[in-house]
């Protein structure tokens, strides 16, 4: 699915990365826990988070997702943006929840992250 | 000195307690550092990882501390020390799910308890050490020599 696409989905908002949304996305998580994210992402996630401090962002580069979806309207800060702007990260809100923005991607065939059930 | 423990290059950083602003950085800059001199693209983002929570447990539990960056072309190393509260129950805070963050730092997005125990699964060699009272230091060791096994 397309960054385009997923933004249509879920009537996103784009933040930073106008000129990315031809990307490609494979897979997505959610989670407001960055060291859960640490723990279960992989390069090239689709982040879904209701986390809009500097840390996501932060948390996002050190992992190398592909872009941050912010859930329930939120919006990053300023450093956020920075950070997201400098290291070429897209940043969407959307004004869908957590649990029905994962849900609409999912149903609309954007798997989660593989391999998450046997992880040793 | 051999060789293979020759240091081709050393960073140091500064962590102030309780600066979440500025938290993660020095972490954020270690990885722009392992992408510009060509290191793998895993062990990269295995050291940022393992870097990014080392950093984040000395803001949000010790007063301040330092993280070191150190290669040589066998290895890389990060080292953090800090001067806080130290950890009690090292076995305990080894545990996934242990924490004693606070609610504000639930909010920041921490205290899910997965810190340490992530340092661990992405280091190839880990060593705690705490004097409570006094402070915590951490070795993080990543083999850069592929035929060395996990
Ligand atoms: N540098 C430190 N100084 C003092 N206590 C520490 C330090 N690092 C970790 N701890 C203690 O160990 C516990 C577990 O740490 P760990 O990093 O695994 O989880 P956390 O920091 O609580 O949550 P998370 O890392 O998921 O955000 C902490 O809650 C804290 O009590
Ligand atoms: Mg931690």
Redesign the interface.
Known sequence: MTLKEIKELLQAEVIVGKNCLDEEIMFAGGS?????V??FGK?GLLLL?G?S????V??A????TKAIMYVRGKKPDK?GIA?AREKGIPLLSTKHMMYTACGLLFSHGLPGVSGLSSKK | MTKSDETLLSQHFEITGGD??N???A??SI?EILQEIGID?SIT?RT??AS??AE?NVVMYARRGELTLNITPEKLHLKLKDEGPGIKNIDMAMQEGFSTATDEM?E????????L??IK?NADKFELFSIPGKGTSLDIIFCLNKTEKK
């Open positions: 407001d826990l960055m060291s859960d640490l723990a390069p988070t986390l401090n500097a840390q996501s932060r948390t580069n050190i992992i190398e450093a950070l | 979440f602003n938290a993660g950085k972490s954020t990885k693209s983002v940022s990882i990014y929570e984040m639930r920041m997005g921490f205290g899910a308890g997965m810190g125990p992530n699964k």
